[in-house]
């Protein structure tokens, strides 16, 4: 266990993506509804905000609508799907070597400008995410494969958004030089 | 027949379990598909490697096909399916926010979970930023409820809008999804050559 292990290697897309493919339906099939991310963490935020705040969450209508009065907002699955999010995550993680504290940037930039870089897109992603009423997990792959209208329109939004700016941020991730 | 009331099914506490095991296998599957890895995720946008685009598309189309497969077999019940409701305004600009937090932060928030099981500290400065921005939205929403209410169409599928069969739109969706992979893994040899591995 002390050994300095190797890790390894990822699994191959396709093969990563039939069995997400499957997880996703046996969910549907189960449950009726898709997989989530976003909005646990936002039952996360509301909770910790009726613990501080308690009267404004009951008067904000948005926020009352989880956590109003008696109501607990984590009293919900994807609350319960989120913890096991970071636990599958450990676990794979752990297996195969990949648990280890580290920041993962491109070469032209310090760990300090991704951490802020991180914290800024971060921020971006939580709003926007619940302004889209879901995130990737949510809203793309769940609403997409239920073909969801508003699902796909909301993927390629994300798509378009992402290489409308990539090129003017690719000093962010790309290898030194000017590719 | 299928999808279940788990809760009233199993209880309370049986159903959380599965929830749990559920986001288990989610966030196992998200790790060893590369996911904790922000740069991997960016790669995407540089067309370096589009691992992102092959298990998103390959997991949607597998997960489309089997549900409404077995909802023509009578096994699932698709009018119980969960089908996200159509915003179409709020989630465009929504969307657009997120693809410039993503290009940004080298995340989306799943993948941002499962960086920070991992111990990387730029996911988890990822996910300190989302929970400010959910925090944000949710103060500030009520500025332009009208407009996060606006462009309602209710639960619209694809096939409904198009006015086609379901079947159809399947296919069509399954042959474009083909064609996009083999054309990106074409287009992202001839820029990088064969040195990347996906």
């Not at chain 1, 990949?98 to 971006?124: C, D, N, S, Y």
């Not at chain 2, 095991?21 to 540089?46: K, P, T, V």
């Not at chain 2, 915003?87 to 080298?106: D, E, K, N, R, S």
């Not at chain 2, 928030?109 to 300190?128: H, N, Q, R």
Request: glycine residues 14%; hydrophobic residues 50%.
């Amino acid at each position: 266990m002390l050994r300095k292990r190797k890790p390894e290697r990822y699994w191959d897309p396709y093969v990563a993506g039939v069995l997400l493919g499957l997880l996703l339906f046996l969910t549907f099939f189960l449950t009726g509804h898709g997989l989530g991310s976003s909005g646990g963490v936002n039952r996360i935020v509301v909770a910790l905000e009726d613990l501080v705040v308690p009267r404004h969450v009951d008067t904000t209508p948005y926020l009352a609508s989880m956590a109003g009065g008696e109501r607990n907002p984590l009293d919900h699955w994807i609350v319960w799907q989120v913890a096991g999010i970071l636990a599958g995550g450990f676990v794979s993680g752990w297996l195969r070597g990949r648990v280890k504290v580290e920041t993962r940037h491109g070469p032209q930039i310090t760990p300090r400008t991704r951490w802020a870089m991180a914290f800024v897109g971060g921020i971006l992603m939580g709003y926007g995410a619940r302004l889209a009423r879901g995130c990737t997990s949510g809203q793309a792959l769940s609403g997409g494969a239920v073909l969801s209208a508003g699902s796909w329109a909301f993927m390629l939004a994300v798509f378009a958004g992402g290489y409308l700016l990539a090129w003017f941020v690719r000093r962010l991730w790309q290898p030194g030089g000017d590719r | 027949m299928a999808p279940y009331e788990l809760t009233v099914l199993l209880g309370q506490f049986a159903a959380s379990f599965i929830y749990l095991m559920i986001g288990f296998a989610f966030g196992f599957i998200l790790e060893s598909a590369g996911f904790g890895d922000s740069r991997r995720l960016a790669a995407q946008f540089y067309w370096r490697d589009i691992t992102v685009m092959k298990v998103m598309f390959t997991a949607i189309l597998v997960a489309m096909v089997l549900v409404f497969w077995s909802a023509a077999l009578g096994w699932l019940n698709f009018d119980d399916v969960w089908v996200n409701p159509t915003y179409l305004w709020p989630g465009i600009v929504g969307g657009l926010i997120m693809g410039v937090g993503f290009i940004f932060g080298g995340f989306c928030p799943g993948t941002s979970l499962v960086g920070a099981a991992t111990l990387k500290l730029d996911a988890i400065w990822f996910v300190a930023g989302s929970a400010v921005g959910i925090f944000g939205f949710g103060e500030t929403v009520s500025l332009f409820n009208d407009f996060w209410h606006s462009s309602h169409f209710g639960r619209l599928t694809l096939h409904e809008w198009l006015d086609l069969p379901a079947g159809s739109v399947i296919l069509g969706l399954v042959g474009i999804g083909i064609l996009v992979l083999w054309l990106g893994d074409m287009l992202r040899r001839r820029i990088y050559g064969d040195s990347h591995d996906a």
